[in-house]
């Protein structure tokens, strides 16, 4: 089992900057990927951007160039800073970890408000 709890999320206006925090306990030694979800109201879940074991990171084209994902493995946290921010980038930012035994885990989701 591996447990998220993530941090960071507020109000900005369009143009600002946040970064969201995603640290992980439990079973992290069996993490592959971790990485940030978001669903604005009315909408799907979408995937942000992810960052596996080994560096790999993967971003949605809407966020390419504005957002960047990172990770401190002393820390066992992710990170996802944010930069140029939009309204439509309001939702809230779920972050996720997959294990290399096909478990999935979310956090408990943090709000991201970007006022025009």
């Known amino acids: 089992q591996v447990q998220l709890v993530e941090s960071g999320g507020g109000l900005v206006q369009a143009g600002g900057s946040l970064r969201l925090s995603c640290a992980a306990s439990?079973?992290?030694?069996?993490?592959?990927?971790m990485g940030w979800y978001r669903q604005a109201p009315g909408k799907q879940r979408e995937l942000v951007a992810a960052?596996?074991?080994?560096?790999?990171?993967n971003y949605a084209d809407s966020v390419k160039g504005r957002f960047t994902i990172s990770r401190d493995n002393a820390k066992n946290t992710v990170y996802l800073q944010m930069n140029s921010l939009k309204p439509e980038d309001t939702a809230v930012y779920y972050c996720?970890?997959?294990?290399?035994?096909?478990?999935?885990?979310w956090g408990q989701g943090t709000q991201v408000t970007v006022s025009s």
């Open positions: 439990g079973s992290i030694f069996n993490i592959n990927a």
């Open positions: 996720y970890a997959e294990d290399k035994g096909d478990g999935f885990y």
């Open positions: 960052i596996t074991s080994g560096g790999s990171t």
